[in-house]
């Protein structure tokens, strides 16, 4: 076993862990299907090279990593916009998808015979010369990572606090590790022309890590329980929880109903921004709490201020 193929196990195996977890969390977590879609691209690129570096089935893997690959980039485009809150995301969730749209005519040449030479050759051979579409989606594919880290940058340039300025630059960062992976199998393409080892799919996976938080509440580990977690939904006063980068992670419907804040509209905002908005009579006590597994978070306790009991009717009163 060579430590390009451990490389590629091990990215399998995280990979559909993380597509794993992010199915499993709540139905309305932003960004939760686009972040397991692109778990599953990154799963399907190491598949792919995985079954092509065995030596058999040389085409199969080949559209196996190819669909990883055409569908990657711009599911990953969608996660940067999450990751950022961007609104039209919100609005729109199925921007990454319409990206894809313009390279299922690549996809489809893998299985057009003699067209397939267009874009890469549907033979068994283990090594294959690359067509000029191939440059194309390059192109492309750059060109959308590229929109990403810009929003990346713009989000820390917007946010509302040093912690999550902090951690969109990071996120900006580690982008350039899988880009770094990708130029040198870019170079390599051009000199050879023939396409060879790619450790992109291996880099992608340890980005994906790093975006966890941004798109599931509460980073690898959760602060708290399921069981508790629909306690805090039904209590009567309002509770906002924020992870230990001060980014909120759950607002339950009495926070909602007293800030006048949706509860998709304050997720991975700062805490202070969100709480900012209180009216002033409410009473808010603000305290930092730590997890089983000793991840720290804070929560904010949000109450209404109790109504004054109604007066004896002093006419009443007297006639007793």
């Given amino acids: 076993m060579t430590l390009h193929t451990l490389a590629l196990e091990l990215t399998l195996i995280l990979a559909t862990w993380l597509a794993i977890g992010a199915w499993q969390r709540e139905n309305d977590t932003p960004g939760r299907l686009t972040y397991a ?28 990593r190819t669909l990883g690959m055409l569908t990657l980039t711009p599911l990953w485009f969608g996660v ?43 033979s068994d051979a283990p090594q294959v010369q690359v067509g000029p579409l191939m440059w194309w989606f390059i192109a492309y594919a750059w060109t959308l990572v590229l929109m990403g880290v810009s929003l990346l940058l713009y989000g820390a340039w917007q946010a509302d606090s040093p912690e999550l300025r902090r951690v969109r630059l990071k996120l900006a960062g580690s982008v350039i590790v899988p880009l770094a992976a990708n130029a040198t199998t870019v170079w390599s393409l051009a000199r050879t022309g023939q396409t060879g080892l790619d450790l992109t799919p291996a880099m992608m996976a340890v980005t994906l890590i790093a975006f966890r938080r941004s798109i599931l509440s509460g980073g690898i580990l ?4 399921v069981a508790q977690r629909d306690i805090i939904q039904h209590l009567p006063f309002g509770v906002v929880l924020a992870d230990d980068q001060g980014a909120v992670i759950d607002v339950n419907p009495a926070a909602e109903e007293l800030l006048g804040v949706p509860r998709m509209d304050a997720l991975g905002r700062a805490l202070e921004a969100v709480i900012s908005r209180a009216p002033l009579e409410l009473r808010i006590e603000i305290s930092n709490v730590r997890g089983r597994s000793g991840e720290s978070a804070r929560f904010a306790l949000l109450e209404a201020p109790k109504a004054p009991a109604p007066s004896a009717d002093p006419v009443n009163a007297a006639a007793g």
Avoid at 42 to 64: F, T
């Fill in 37 to 64: 879609a692109a778990a599953v691209a990154v799963v399907l690129c190491a598949a792919g090279e995985l079954i092509e570096l065995r030596g058999e089935m040389p085409l199969l893997a080949r559209r196996v």
């Fill in 80 to 122: 940067a916009a999450h990751a950022v809150k961007l609104p039209l995301i919100r609005r729109t969730p199925w921007i990454p998808l319409a990206l894809t749209i313009p390279l299922v005519p690549l996809y489809a040449l893998l299985y057009a015979g003699p067209w397939s030479m267009l874009f890469l050759p549907a």
């Fill in 222 to 225: 959760d602060v708290l329980p």
